[in-house]
């Protein structure tokens, strides 16, 4: 029985945290040596450099505001 109720305890504490995730943010990034831009939710490598975002979409097109 306390392992169940410690087990439900653990869930009602986890689910605020559950509900409030959101997707990671897209940028867009630029290429060092030919200029080349493309969107992305993580770094493409050494070669590439953070242009602009965060951006909501994979289109790097809409802005993601603060909350």
Known sequence: MKNTLA????LAMACPAVLNAEPA???QWRSK??????????PLGAGWEK?????RDARCEIRKTGK
């Open 33 to 42: 040596s030919t200029g080349d831009m493309a969107c992305s939710q993580t």
């Open 7 to 10: 087990i439900l305890l653990g």
């Open 51 to 55: 242009f602009s975002g965060p951006y």
């Open 25 to 27: 943010p897209w940028y």
